[in-house]
């Protein structure tokens, strides 16, 4: 079966820096993505990972290890506006265009 | 250009009666896939359709079918809608299908279903 974990809340105030965790267990890995949902609003991507190692895209930035089943997103120089739901999926090994998500962590930044 | 789009944007509906919800992907893409989202919850995979043949199911009941049309647009049908079918229901669009690279799924902005 695959399972993905991740941490349901986490807090953090304006401008500090925060790791979101992501631990998955599948049966085969084909890539991993983090996707950005605010309250109400569609998924958007935010970071897609494949290959050990740390993928930097601005404020954020996402860090993959195959052999530990396990990922995290970085957001640096929170802000308001990164209050949202932060969603880590998997691709199922069977069928690529299926996503396999966890919970999500909502995120709540402080002024 | 225009993103995924679908309709309608909030549904009420009351037990046992069947709804559709539809669907138009980026101008291009040839796959849609189906999402369901419970609140508090990541979304679960319902069904993926690729060139109006369905190329995925998700663990969910007979009571949940889709279609692709020539257009590659597509529908979800519910039938028999159950207090638990209440979800926000997320269609995704990739231009194809299979792919390994980075080319992710593009969701729209869903449907909210309301089953009193």
């Known amino acids: 079966g695959q399972n993905i974990d991740q941490p349901t809340e986490m807090t953090a105030t304006e401008g500090a820096i925060v790791q979101i965790n992501c631990t998955y267990q599948?049966?085969?890995?084909?890539?991993l993505f983090w996707y950005q949902q605010h309250a109400g609003e569609a998924p958007t991507f935010l970071s897609y990972?494949?290959?050990?190692g740390l993928e930097e895209k601005g404020r954020f930035s996402s860090f993959l290890s195959r052999s530990k089943g396990y990922s995290y997103l970085l957001l640096k120089e929170l802000q308001m506006k990164d209050s949202a739901s932060y969603l880590c999926?998997?691709?199922?090994?069977?069928?690529?265009?299926?996503?396999?998500f966890g919970t999500g962590t909502r995120l709540q930044v402080f002024p | 250009d225009a993103g995924v789009t679908q309709s309608p944007t909030h549904l009420i509906k009351t037990r046992g009666q069947h709804v559709t919800l539809r669907c138009s992907p980026i101008?291009?893409?040839?796959?849609v896939s189906w999402y369901q989202q419970v609140l508090g919850q990541g979304p679960q995979f319902i069904f993926q359709?690729?060139?109006?043949?369905?190329?995925g199911r998700g663990n969910f009941p007979d009571r949940f079918s889709a279609r692709q049309f020539p257009n590659y647009s597509s529908e979800l049908n519910v039938n028999a809608l159950l207090l638990g079918d209440s979800a926000l229901y997320l269609c995704?669009?990739?231009?194809?299908?299979?792919?390994?690279?980075?080319?992710?799924?593009?969701f729209g902005p869903g449907t909210r279903l309301l089953v009193l």
């Open positions: 995704a669009s990739s231009p194809i299908a299979g792919g390994l690279g980075w080319e992710t799924q593009y």
């Open positions: 599948t049966s085969g890995f084909n890539g």
């Open positions: 990972n494949v290959l050990d």
């Open positions: 999926a998997v691709r199922d090994p069977y069928n690529t265009d299926k996503l396999i």
């Open positions: 101008s291009g893409h040839k796959s």
């Open positions: 359709y690729y060139e109006k043949e369905e190329r």
